[in-house]
């Protein structure tokens, strides 16, 4: 099974900053295989980015996603009020067929 | 547009069983992966079921195996998680999310594109 460890596990951050969020893999993950999504509170996850990089539709461009291997990583910037929320990251692979992250929750300073 | 509505849910003791549902509309249900993704208060995403577009191939996570089964109604639009010998453990909040369905040498479900509300399973005595 394919761990990932997502961190930092909470970060505060102002509106206008820039957010950094890592996804670590126990093993290599292909890059196709990588997305991200954001959960509010009471809300369905929404995906992102999927293949560590490409933008779901209706994402701006503030919102990024890169790396390779075991590591990847989401950024944000520019922070907007709406991007207060939780990230997950998930790969695709066998046994299981998908894990997730534990999530990195993103809250206002 | 897409959307996805779970039912079903509810509180039921340990050891019992229920049926979830997940109604799709708003886009040609029999050409894509289906998936059930669970959450417990205040935890992560987990996935727990998957079927293929016709139903061909089920896969689940193993802490569920021979307990749960997911199937699908192409006739319908519809989703199922059959759920039994349920323990407090399975307490969550069931997703029914569809997946990114390529088609090729190999069928590849990379991710969830679209997800539902999600319905409530409460296990307690």
């Known amino acids: 099974e394919i761990v990932l460890t997502q961190s930092p596990g909470t970060l505060s951050l102002s509106p206008g900053e820039t957010a950094t969020l890592s996804c670590r893999a126990s093993?290599?993950?292909?890059?196709?295989?990588l997305a991200w999504y954001q959960q509010k509170p009471g809300q369905a996850p929404r995906l992102l980015i999927y293949?560590?990089?490409s933008r779901a539709t209706g994402i701006p461009d503030r919102i990024s996603g890169s790396g390779s291997g075991t590591d990847f990583t989401l950024t944000i910037s520019r922070l907007e009020p709406e991007d207060f929320a939780v990230y997950f990251c998930?790969?695709?692979?066998?046994?299981?067929?998908?894990?997730f992250g534990q999530g990195s929750k993103l809250e206002i300073k | 547009q897409v959307r996805l509505v779970e039912s079903g849910g509810g509180v039921v003791q340990p050891g019992r069983s229920l049926r979830l549902s997940c109604a799709a509309s708003g886009f040609n249900f029999s050409s894509y992966g289906m998936h059930w993704v669970r959450q417990a208060p205040g935890k992560g995403l987990e996935w727990v079921a998957g079927?293929?577009?016709?139903?061909?191939?089920?896969d689940y996570v193993d802490s569920v195996k021979g307990r749960f089964t997911i199937s699908r109604d192409n006739s319908k639009n519809t989703l199922y998680l059959q759920v039994n010998s349920l323990r407090a453990e399975d307490t969550a909040v069931y997703y029914c999310?569809?997946?990114?369905?390529?088609?090729?040498?190999?069928?590849?479900?990379?991710?969830?594109?679209?997800w539902g509300q999600g319905t409530l399973v409460t296990v307690s005595s």
């Open positions: 079927v293929r577009h016709d139903g061909s191939n089920k």
């Open positions: 293949g560590a990089s």
């Open positions: 998930q790969q695709y692979g066998r046994s299981p067929m998908y894990t």
């Open positions: 999310a569809r997946a990114h369905t390529i088609f090729g040498v190999v069928i590849v479900e990379p991710f969830f594109d679209y």
């Open positions: 093993q290599s993950v292909s890059s196709y295989y």
